[in-house]
C-alpha cells in the first residue's frame, strides 16, 4: 500500500461517547450554492433565484441542503476519518431544523453513537458518528448519522 495522509482517528480511538469539536468552520458562499445546485441539476428557484425567493417566508435564496450535508461531513474528515476509513456505509436519520443563508458560518461536533468490531474484516469495525452542525447563531441546521467502515490502528510490525 502506498503511503497516505493519516489525521483520522483509527476503530480503537472512537469509543462511544467520543465527541469531536471540529476545528475547521467554512463561510457558505453563494457561489458554493450556485455551483453545487446547477451541478447536481437542481433548477429549484429557491436556491438560484433572488427574485422568487423574495417572496418566500425565507426572503432569501435557501443554500441547498444536499451542499449542507457535504459540508458537514467534509469539515468532520480531517479528525475522524482522513486515512482511517475503508468506506462510508450510509447516511441516515438527516434532518435541517434550520435554514442556512449565503453568509452563515458553520461549525460541526460530531459524538461517536456506536461503535462495534466487523464480523466479517478484523482489520476493521463499525462506527456510527452522529454529525451536529450549527450556524454563527448557535442554530443547529443539520443533524445527521453517518455510518463508516474504520480501519484498525495497524500493528507495529
Partial sequence: ????????????????GTV???ATRRTVTETDNVLFTTMTMNPAPLHLDHDYAAGTEFGKPLVNSMFTLAL?????????TLGTIVAQLGIDD?????????GDTVRVETEVVSARESKSRPDAG???FEHRAHNQRDELICQARRTGL???RPSES
Fill in 126 to 128: 463499525l462506527v456510527v
Fill in 150 to 152: 474504520m480501519y484498525r
Fill in 20 to 22: 469531536v469539536q471540529h
Fill in 94 to 102: 438527516v434532518r435541517f431544523p434550520a435554514p442556512v443563508f449565503h
Fill in 1 to 16: 500500500m502506498s503511503a497516505r495522509a493519516v489525521s483520522g482517528r483509527w476503530f480503537e480511538d472512537l469509543a462511544v
Fill in 72 to 80: 458537514v461531513v467534509g469539515l468532520s474528515v480531517p479528525e475522524l
